[in-house]
T-cell receptor, first 112, second 114 residues
Framework: EDQVTQSPEALRLQEGESSSLNCSYT??????LFWYRQDPGKGPEFLFT???AGEEKEKERLKATLTKKESFLHITAPKPEDSATYLC?????????????FGAGTILRVKS | DVKVTQSSRYLVKRTGEKVFLECVQD?????MFWYRQDPGLGLRLIYF???????EKGDIPEGYSVSREKKERFSLILESASTNQTSMYLC?????????????FGSGTRLTVV
């Protein structure tokens, strides 16, 4: 059974204090690992897709990395507007459907 | 701007009512999904559809059914609403792609069953 575990459950940072969020996964055959951002009361918004170990992607203050067992979302010099819930999901190779299995998310709060 | 639109942002229904949640996408996506999101449990897949009139059970299908008569529309039906179905419901769509593709989500429907 495919599983995703995110840690920590919640993270409080001061503005400018860099940190990382962790996503550990087990999947039968990884087709892709996805990061989403979700603001309160809204649907998740796509950030990154990673396909193979060693791959990295960046967007503004965010950088996602992937190994064979986990992914990290590094946040450099965060700002209050980075406060959100960050979701990690994996997709296995399947005949059809493109299902994603999600972790429970990390709630990030950045204080000024 | 591509969109997934859920018909209601907030709903309050009574126990035992039949509830319809509607989702429409304008991206010509093959795949559509219904998830529910609860604190501490994350997103859990209820049903998905990979083609018109095709449907597959997800991880928690009990108490729910779905309908996909047209490619752009995917409906979630609560046959007899119960209080444990109070939740945030999220619809999503995606292309079928051999290299994987992210979902586009709707804004969600917060359903309260009283």
């Amino acid at each position: 059974e495919d599983q995703v575990t995110q840690s920590p459950e919640a993270l409080r940072l001061q503005e400018g204090e860099s940190s990382s969020l962790n996503c550990s996964y087990t999947v039968s055959g990884l087709r892709g690992l996805f990061w989403y951002r979700q603001d309160p009361g809204k649907g998740p918004e796509f950030l990154f897709t990673l396909y193979s170990a060693g791959e990295e992607k960046e967007k503004e203050r965010l950088k996602a990395t992937l190994t064979k067992k986990e992914s990290f979302l590094h946040i450099t010099a965060p700002k209050p507007e980075d406060s959100a819930t960050y979701l990690c999901a994996v997709q296995a190779w399947e005949e059809y459907g493109n299902k994603l299995v999600f972790g429970a998310g990390t709630i990030l709060r950045v204080k000024s | 701007d591509v969109k997934v639109t859920q018909s209601s942002r907030y709903l309050v229904k009574r126990t035992g009512e039949k509830v319809f949640l509607e989702c429409v996408q304008d991206m010509d996506h093959e795949n559509m999904f219904w998830y529910r999101q609860d604190p501490g449990l994350g997103l859990r897949l209820i049903y998905f559809s990979y083609d018109v009139k095709m449907k597959e059970k997800g991880d928690i299908p009990e108490g729910y059914s779905v309908s996909r008569e047209k490619k752009e529309r995917f409906s979630l039906i609560l046959e007899s609403a119960s209080t444990n179905q109070t939740s945030m419901y999220l619809c999503a769509s995606s292309l079928s792609s051999p290299t994987g593709y992210g979902y586009t989500f709707g804004s969600g429907t917060r359903l309260t069953v009283v």
